[in-house]
């Protein structure tokens, strides 16, 4: 008896059958690490992968033919805006049904504050997603200073320090910065780098929204790299791109500096969105002197005839400076005052005011919807081969600079329906700028790893089942500019912690995410 179970088990057969919680028969298994695919079956239990390969006679309470799917990670989406929205569809079905299970959020230098508070909330709203997030600079000033425009006094580096400190201890993955928004645009590189320090001494990520990423982008990409170096923190650089129409095609010297920095042992890494265009507010328009001090400042320039002539001035300096004759390429995404706006260029809403087509009239159009409140705007800013060299760069992460979003409400970026369905049906399977194993390193071990996410990321016995069942002959993003709400197809099953919450393309009332704190 003894020599036939060792012939069984040499023959790499399952000697005592196992039971799991679920068991993804015939897949074809995208690990995550860029290793050519191979066949093979994974179990879970516990919410956990306990096996990957030949699993035999093994048992389950849910078995799942794949079909010669692929089997792939759950996607990291690592440059996403949450806050505000999570709290309203905890589900997230926006990201589930475009394979991200994991999200960071807090970028761009905005974040909440007390960083403790606000997961214990995520513990409690019953995720779809598993969600981190890091401490905004932008939010930590704010809170310290205002929006004051001045160089930080000693006194309040230090309180700002305390604050990142404190929301690292409490579980923030790194520290953010959003440097051409206020008030962060205001800060020198000695007050981000102060900052920087109180995060490295717990560890973490330095994820910069850059001071430029146009005409100055190379000096954006020196000065991030020098907070990574003084701080010791690894660097991520966000929605890397060249967003000005006169430079289109200098990622070449951009992608350059970056890899020069690698070469001298900084761990620097950058992240993109798959599209040529961006998403902000509306306010970036302005100089950012004009924004300072608050609401109330800002009307009070707005209005008085000899500042508004000088904002305006300004702001064709800076329109032509980006190769732009006028406002056509600016798209008005979210605008609660007045929802016609919404899908409209400000050169449209312009004429929708009645207002004669010059570019002082589309300037007024602009401080109108300022004075209203202001708007999320869709810009289209960067050019096809720069968004090409930028993705086919090894170390570039795919992360969506989107949110959760309302089905239906506002004209958002598709960015936030479709970003990894886009790479994968675009990028691979129709112009075979990426495989699909190097797509999916992308989205899964390259971020986990930057991010030290480190049981997510990979399929292997022991991680988090993160899992996605995708049909490479199906999947793709349906989610346009003009019809943005349209949720990707062809990513058939999502697995969030062992937990099925698309099953076979439809969202199940199960949601397995969790609130996540740095390792």
């Not at 404190?166 to 800060?187: K, N, R, V």
């Not at 899908?343 to 109108?368: C, P």
């Not at 209203?372 to 060299?389: E, K, P």
Request: glycine fraction near 10%; proline fraction near 3%; aromatic fraction near 6%.
């Amino acid at each position: 008896m003894m020599r036939w179970l060792w012939v069984l088990a040499a023959a790499g057969l399952c000697v005592h059958a196992q039971d799991y919680d679920l068991i993804i028969r015939n897949a074809r298994v995208v690990d995550g690490g860029g290793n050519p695919w191979f066949r093979a079956g994974v179990a879970v239990r516990d919410g956990r992968i306990a096996a990957v390969g030949r699993l035999g006679a093994s048992t389950a309470k849910r078995e799942i033919d794949a079909r010669q799917r692929l089997l792939t990670p759950g996607f990291i989406d690592v440059h996403t805006h949450i806050e505000g929205t999570v709290e309203k569809f905890p589900a997230a079905e926006n990201f589930l049904r475009d394979g991200v299970t994991t999200v960071i959020t807090g970028n761009c230098g905005g974040s909440a504050v007390r960083v403790g508070e606000w997961l214990a909330r995520l513990d409690k709203a019953g995720l779809g997603i598993n969600a981190g997030t890091l401490i905004g600079h932008n939010s930590v000033r704010a809170e310290v200073m205002g929006r004051a425009n001045r160089v930080a006094a000693a006194e309040e580096i230090t309180r700002m320090q305390a604050l990142v400190e404190q929301a690292m201890q409490e579980g923030a993955m790194g520290f953010s910065t959003g440097l051409i928004y206020i008030p962060g645009t205001y800060s020198n590189t000695e007050e981000v780098i102060a900052l920087a320090k109180a995060a490295a001494r717990h560890g973490g990520v330095y994820a910069s929204h850059m001071r430029d990423e146009g005409e100055k982008v190379l000096d954006a990409i020196n000065e991030a790299a020098r907070v990574g170096i003084e701080s010791g923190l690894r660097v991520e650089l966000s929605h890397f791109k060249i967003d000005n129409k006169r430079l289109w095609g200098a990622s070449d010297k951009s992608l350059a500096l970056v890899e020069e920095y690698r070469r001298k042992g900084l761990d620097v890494v950058i992240d993109q969105y798959p599209y040529d265009r961006s998403s902000t507010n509306l306010g970036i328009r302005l100089p950012s002197w004009a924004l300072a001090d608050g609401q109330d400042k800002v009307r009070e320039r707005l209005t008085s005839p000899s500042t508004k002539a000088e904002i305006a001035a300004e702001m064709r300096t800076m329109l032509h400076a980006l190769g732009h004759e006028d406002y056509s390429f600016a798209m008005v995404a979210g605008f609660a005052p007045g929802r016609e706006y919404e899908g409209k260029t400000i050169s449209e809403i312009n004429v929708m005011k009645g207002r004669q087509k010059t570019l002082a009239n589309e300037i007024e159009t602009i401080f109108d919807i300022i004075l209203a409140g202001g708007a999320q705007m869709v810009y289209h800013s960067m050019g096809q081969a720069d968004v090409d060299r930028i993705i086919r760069y090894p170390n570039t992460a795919i992360a969506s600079d989107g949110g959760i979003v309302e089905f239906g409400q506002g004209m958002p970026h598709p960015r936030s329906y479709g970003a990894n369905a886009r790479v994968l049906a675009e990028f691979v399977r129709e112009r075979g700028v990426l495989t699909w194993e190097d797509a999916v390193r992308r989205m899964t071990s390259l971020p986990a790893r930057t991010f030290a996410l480190k049981d997510r990321g990979l399929i292997r016995e022991g991680m988090a089942a993160d899992l996605l069942l995708i049909d490479p002959e199906r999947v793709r993003d349906k989610a346009t500019f003009q019809q943005p709400h349209q949720y990707s197809e062809g990513i058939d099953t999502v697995v969030v912690n062992g937990v099925v919450t698309i099953d076979e393309g439809k969202l199940t009332e199960a949601r397995g995410g969790r609130a996540l704190r740095r390792q």
